[in-house]
C-alpha cells in the first residue's frame, strides 16, 4: 500500500481510477494536483487547467442551507483548485439538479451566489445543465489557463523550504462546529463567503515548490503534501497567526483547542505552499505590492510526518488517524466532531 | 415570450442564466449550441468546445440501471455534445456521488463504462471528483477543440436546405418504452451502447449548416432547430428509413406507431443536421470514403413549425406540446407515455 493508499479516500479514487487509462496528454499523474494540468499541443501558446468538484454532503448535511451561499461555494470550491495550479480562470460549466423541495426563488438565489463569486473573480458562467431529481445536487467545472513554463502542483516541497498559508485559516471548521453542533450560533460579526485565491495563485506560480488549496482543511492538505513529497512537515504553534482572529475567538468561547480549527475537513480555501528561502524575499515584495500578507506558518525537513512546533519540542501529529476519521465518520457528523475532540485531548493540547 | 420560452425546460434554464453575465469570449449564445464554443485568444489557433452533463432522472427513475451502462450513457451524452459542435475530444471531467446502496463491484462497473465509451472514441478521462450522498448521482464534462475556422452549431439552417440524421434513431425510446412499462422485455438481439457520433462531426463540421444531437429524441431536436432558425422543418414518413430497425421491431409487436419513437424524450446520441444542396455531393462522397451512410429524413421549408410529409399531404405536429408532455409529468414516465400514446391517436397515425 503507498503512503497515499493509507488514506481511505484516496484508495476509493484509485480503485475508480485504475479503470481508466492516464491520458497521455495529461502532466500530472492523479493526486499530485488540484486542477488537472492538459497539454493542448503546439497550437497553443498555454496549458490547460481543468477541475471538477460536486457540493453533496455540504448540502445533504445542512452544513450549507442558504441558496446564495451553496452556490458561492460551489463556484469558489471549483476556482480554489485552479488558484492552486496557478492558472488563470476561462470560466465555469454547472450542473443544478432540483427537487420539488426547491422553489423558483430558492434556485434564483442560488443562480446569484454562483454568479457573485464568478463576479469577484472576474470570470464567468460558460454554460451548464439542469435536471429534475429527488436530492438538490450541485456540480461544477472550473476551466482556466496556465502558462507553458509557470505551472504549480503538489510536488516539489524541499527539505529547508518555508511552509506558507496565503491567509488565516481555520474559519471552514468553526462554520461547521458552530452549524452542525446546532448551536445556532453564528460566526461573529460575519458571514462565511471564503473566496478562491486566483490573484495569489497567479503571483506564487513562477515562486512556489508546490501549492495545494486548504479546500478540506489545512491538517489534511500538510498530511497530503508531506505523502505526496515525501518530506516531513512542522506547523508553528503560533496560532495568532496561522488561524483567522473570528475563529480563535470563537475557539475561546466554546473551549476548543485552536489547532482544531485546522483539523476538520471543513476547509477554507487559502492556498498551502512551500517556498526556498532563497526566493522569500521576492515573494514577500511581490506580495506587499500586492497589498497581500502570506503567513509564514511551519516549515519543510528531511523526513516524514506532520509534526507541530512548540515551546516544549517538536510533537507528532497522526495526520493519517485525523484524516480516516472523517472518511469513518461517514454522514455523522456529531460523532465525527466528538472523536476529533477525543484525539485532542490525547494529543494534550 | 420567446419561441424558445414556450417550451418549459427553457424557461427554468433562462431564469437561471439570467442571473449570469454572459461570457464576452463564448461565441454562442444561450441554447445556441450543444457545447459552449469559447475563444481562448491568439495564444491558440483552436476554440475551446466545453459541455456539462449530468444524470439524475435516468438513474432515479430506473431507466438506467445496469452500472456499466450508466457509465457508458455519461461518457457519451457529454461527447455527443462535443460532436454536434464539430470538436475534437480532449477528455472527460467526472463526478460520482454515491450511496450506501451502490457497493464497490458497483462502482468499478460504472468506471468501466465509462472507460469503454472513452476508449471507443479514443479518449480519455482527465480527472474527477467522488463524493458520498444520499442518491447516486453523476455528472460530467466534456472537453474539446474546434479550428477556429469550422465551428458548427445550432444555428444555420437555411430554407431549401435538406434535413440529415447521422444513423437511424428511435432505439432509446423504444429502450426506455420496455424499460419504464415494466414489460420486462429487451431489445432484442442487441445490448443498448449508443456512441457518440464523433468522428461524423469531424466530417460535416465544414459542410452542414446547423447541427444537434438527438439526446433528447428526434422531435424534440428537430422542434429546437426549428426555433432557433425560424424555419420549417418537414420530416419524411418513409419511417424505415429514419427509424432503426429493432425500434421499427418492437413498434410491429407492440402495435406502436413509428413516429412516436422519435417523439419521446429518451434519444440516443445521432446527429441531426441541415445541408445545402449543393454541399450533399461532397458529403455523400466523404461520408462514403469513411464507410458512414447519413440518412436523408425531410428538408427545411419557409416559415415555421415541424411537419410530416405523408402521401396524403403535409401534416402538421405539435412539437411544443409534445415537449412540454414531459416537463409536464415530471417523474410519471408511465402517465407521460399514456400522454404521448393519446397524442398519437389524436393526430391519427
Not at 479503470?19 to 490547460?48: K, V, W
Request: net charge negative; proline share 5%; glycine share 10%.
Amino acid at each position: 500500500m503507498s503512503m497515499m493508499d493509507e488514506v481511505l479516500e484516496n484508495r476509493l479514487i484509485g480503485r475508480i481510477a485504475k479503470s481508466f487509462q492516464p491520458p497521455p496528454h495529461r502532466l500530472n499523474r492523479i493526486h499530485e494536483a488540484d486542477a488537472e494540468i492538459i497539454d493542448l499541443g503546439e497550437g497553443s501558446d498555454t496549458y490547460l487547467a481543468v477541475t471538477t468538484d460536486a457540493l453533496a454532503e455540504e448540502v445533504s448535511s445542512g452544513l450549507y442551507d442558504d441558496p446564495h451561499l451553496i452556490g458561492w461555494m460551489l463556484a469558489t470550491a471549483n476556482f480554489s483548485d485552479l488558484a492552486a495550479v496557478g492558472a488563470d480562470p476561462v470560466g465555469l460549466l454547472i450542473t443544478v439538479t432540483y427537487s420539488s423541495r426547491q422553489d423558483e426563488a430558492f434556485i434564483g438565489r442560488l443562480a446569484e451566489g454562483i454568479s457573485d463569486a464568478c463576479r469577484e473573480l472576474k470570470t464567468f458562467v460558460l454554460g451548464g445543465d439542469t435536471n429534475e431529481g429527488k436530492e438538490l445536487h450541485l456540480s461544477g467545472c472550473a476551466i482556466g489557463l496556465v502558462p507553458k513554463d509557470r505551472t504549480m502542483s503538489r510536488i516539489g516541497a524541499r527539505p529547508g523550504d518555508r511552509l506558507y498559508l496565503s491567509g488565516p485559516a481555520g474559519l471552514g471548521n468553526v462554520f461547521a462546529f458552530l452549524r452542525l453542533t446546532g448551536s445556532g450560533l453564528q460566526l461573529p460579526g460575519m458571514s462565511y463567503r471564503p473566496a478562491a485565491r486566483v490573484a495569489e495563485g497567479r503571483l506564487i506560480r513562477r515562486l512556489a515548490g508546490c501549492a495545494m488549496d486548504t479546500s478540506d482543511g489545512v491538517i489534511h492538505t500538510v498530511d497530503t503534501l508531506m505523502r505526496l513529497n515525501q518530506c516531513r512537515f512542522i506547523l508553528n504553534d503560533t496560532w495568532e497567526n496561522t488561524v483567522h482572529p473570528v475563529a480563535l475567538e470563537v475557539c475561546r468561547s466554546q473551549g476548543l483547542p485552536p489547532w482544531l480549527t485546522l483539523a476538520g475537513v471543513h476547509g477554507e480555501f487559502e492556498l498551502c505552499f512551500t517556498l526556498d528561502p532563497q526566493r522569500e524575499k521576492e515573494l514577500l515584495e511581490q506580495a506587499a505590492a500586492a497589498g497581500w500578507v502570506p503567513r509564514l506558518i511551519g516549515e519543510v525537513a528531511e523526513g516524514d510526518g506532520v509534526f507541530i512546533k512548540t515551546a516544549e519540542g517538536i510533537i507528532p501529529l497522526d495526520s493519517g488517524h485525523i484524516r480516516n476519521l472523517s472518511a469513518q465518520a461517514g454522514s455523522d457528523q456529531k460523532g465525527y466532531i466528538n472523536q476529533l475532540l477525543d484525539y485532542a485531548r490525547k494529543f494534550g493540547r
